[in-house]
């Protein structure tokens, strides 16, 4: 066999992972009811539609989604858009939910742990390599790059990173390199991030994304699931461990398996962990040339999505026009005499008529009243926005009612709503 075929049997040799169970804290109210990975983004998909596209697209059809918090709204989309894979040509997107199968008072308690206690699913799939990933980023990545950038090197693991201003690393997993892009160092949120080899002022940060060689991972989980002082973690345990015994770990930089628009010399990759950055990434989607190509047929994002009508804007009124400027509107909207600007609303959003829409992010099912004027927004799944609400020009009384960021994004849920009557 030739080399380079071997190279393209790497993704059949290949088991994907998705860690999809963290809460996501930080998006406050919007993960209340639903695992971060399963938030709506980019008016028709689900944060975790990237990771398994990404899977997809990349070969690997061999897919685990591990989950654990509020874990039914993921459930539930995985089953209605990733079900369709081919049982027969061993391909498959497969949640497994916490089980508890270790001990049965013993939920996950790292990245790792939950990947040791489905050992023996993942097993039973033999594989020659395993890739780990996080199912709450937004990128496009070809994962079969990077695991030939793993068997290529040689090394016993690789972890994916991606450059970032040395100062703003101080929130990841920070990697420190020699000349030959192995890793030397491992530290986790450092208040002084090292710099690169190449560039002092920018540092590598972990993407959370892992190649193992098989046989190796499970003996590194094992040993690690006997230690009483790990916190069986990938990036505080696993990955540091391996560095301190002198394992080959390799660091693979998102700019060699990234997916470009034309023209783009960046790599994208957004943690949308926060209101402020969930808002940025979705209104970004707004603009004229965004960073996120979602339209790339070579590369699509796959997803599910309701048979629903195409939207629809009605009144041509000069007082009551429904119109949408620079914005994305997906099917099942009604724009009735509101006007739209520089938003992002997700499917069966209705405008009313009066109404007044700016920078603002809808999610899905939700009524914008009359007279309502939304500025610098994130409006969660079935608000009923009231008559006459005025969100983004009063910060006091927007802090009052609402979640306001220090940045001045407002996030308005159901909840909040039922407060004001």
């Not at 496009?140 to 793993?150: C, E, G, L, N, S």
């Not at 990697?175 to 690169?196: C, M, Q, S, Y």
């Not at 990938?234 to 930089?253: Q, T, Y």
């Not at 994002?301 to 009124?317: E, G, M, R």
């Amino acid at each position: 066999m030739s080399e380079e075929a071997r190279y393209w049997l790497l993704p059949k040799q290949t088991v994907a992972i998705v860690l999809a169970g963290g809460r996501g804290s930080r998006l406050m109210k919007l993960t209340d009811r639903r695992a971060k990975p399963a938030v709506p983004f980019g008016g028709k998909f689900r944060i975790v539609d990237f990771t398994l596209s990404n899977c997809v697209n990349s070969g690997i059809r061999r897919i685990y989604v591990l989950t654990q918090y509020k874990a039914h709204s993921l459930l539930r989309h995985l089953q209605a858009g990733w079900g369709y894979m081919r049982a027969e040509m061993r391909e498959f997107v497969e949640a497994i939910p916490a089980q508890q199968r270790i001990d049965e008072t013993m939920w996950y308690r790292g990245t790792a742990d939950a990947i040791w206690q489905n050992l023996d699913i993942l097993q039973d799939q033999a594989p020659e390599y395993v890739v780990v990933l996080a199912g709450d980023h937004v990128y496009k990545m070809d994962y079969a790059a990077m695991v030939r950038d793993h068997v290529e090197s040689g090394a016993d693991a690789t972890v994916g990173c991606i450059e970032v201003p040395r100062m703003d690393a101080t929130a990841f997993g920070v990697i420190a390199i020699d000349e030959r892009n192995r890793v030397t160092g491992f530290l986790e949120k450092p208040a002084d991030p090292p710099g690169t080899p190449d560039d002092p002022d920018l540092a590598l940060a972990s993407m959370g994304i892992y190649v193992f060689n098989a046989q190796l991972l499970y003996e590194l989980l094992s040993e690690d699931a006997n230690n009483p002082n790990s916190a069986h973690d990938f990036g505080k345990d696993i990955i540091p461990s391996m560095v301190r015994s002198n394992r080959e770990v390799l660091a693979h930089s998102l700019r060699k398996s990234a997916i470009y628009n034309e023209g783009q010399t960046e790599p994208y990759w957004r943690d949308v962990g926060t209101v402020d950055a969930y808002w940025a990434a979705n209104i970004d989607l707004t603009t004229v040339t965004p960073e996120l190509d979602l339209y790339d047929q070579q590369w699509p994002i796959y997803t599910h999505q309701l048979q629903l009508p195409s939207a629809k804007f009605v009144f041509d009124d000069e007082e009551r026009r429904g119109q949408a400027l620079d914005s994305l509107v997906s099917g099942g909207c009604i724009i009735s005499g509101g006007q739209v600007r520089q938003s992002l609303l997700f499917s069966q959003v209705r405008v009313n008529s009066y109404s007044e829409l700016q920078n603002a992010v809808v999610l899905p099912e939700c009524d914008i009243g009359r007279h309502a004027r939304l500025t610098n927004v994130v409006v969660d799944k079935r608000c009923r926005i009231p008559e006459g609400l005025v969100v983004g020009e009063d910060p006091e009384l927007d802090a009052e009612r609402f979640y306001r960021t220090e940045n001045g994004i407002v996030l308005i849920t159901p909840d909040m709503l039922a407060r004001l009557d």
